[in-house]
C-alpha cells in the first residue's frame, strides 16, 4: 500500500491549501484514512480523521472549524481543506492509513494507523 501526498507549499497567513492524498496498492480498500502533521521539533499530532463512507469525521482541537477531512473513495484518495491557516499550523502534513479499520462500541474509529505518506511541507508566514 503507497499513500501519495500532495498540495503542500508556501502560504500566507489566512490563506487556504488543499491536501491530498491518494492511495494506491489494495484494490478493494474500505478503511478510514487520516491526516497527521508533525512540526521541527515537536511531536507528530493528530489532525483528522475520515471513515470509509465519510459518515465519521475526527479533528484535533486546533482546528477549530478550520480544517475539513473529505474523500472521493472513486479516485482513492482523500483531501484535507485547510482553510485560514496560521504560523503555528506550519509543519509536515502525513496521510496515514490503517490495515483493518476498527470502530469501538459506540461506533466511532479506533484504530492504528499502519500506512503513511511520505508527507507534504506546508509553510504559513505571517
Known amino acids: 500500500v503507497q499513500l501519495q501526498a500532495s498540495g503542500g507549499g508556501l502560504v500566507q497567513a489566512g490563506g487556504s491549501l488543499r491536501l491530498s492524498c491518494t492511495e494506491s496498492?489494495?484494490?478493494?480498500?474500505?478503511?478510514?484514512a487520516a491526516w497527521f502533521r508533525q512540526a521541527t521539533g515537536k511531536e507528530r499530532e493528530f489532525v483528522a480523521a475520515?471513515?470509509?463512507?465519510?459518515?465519521?469525521?475526527y479533528y484535533g482541537d486546533f482546528v477549530k472549524g478550520r480544517f475539513t477531512i473529505s474523500r472521493d473513495n472513486s479516485r482513492h484518495t482523500v483531501y484535507l481543506q485547510m482553510n485560514n491557516l496560521k504560523p503555528e499550523d506550519t509543519a509536515v502534513y502525513y496521510c496515514?492509513?490503517?490495515?483493518?479499520?476498527?470502530?469501538?462500541?459506540?461506533?466511532?474509529?479506533?484504530?492504528?494507523?499502519?500506512?503513511w505518506g511520505r508527507g507534504t511541507e506546508v509553510t504559513v508566514s505571517s
Open positions: 475520515i471513515s470509509w463512507t465519510g459518515g465519521l469525521t
Open positions: 496515514a492509513a490503517p490495515e483493518r479499520t476498527y470502530y469501538n462500541g459506540n461506533g466511532h474509529l479506533s484504530t492504528n494507523y499502519d500506512y
Open positions: 496498492g489494495r484494490q478493494y480498500s474500505t478503511e478510514a
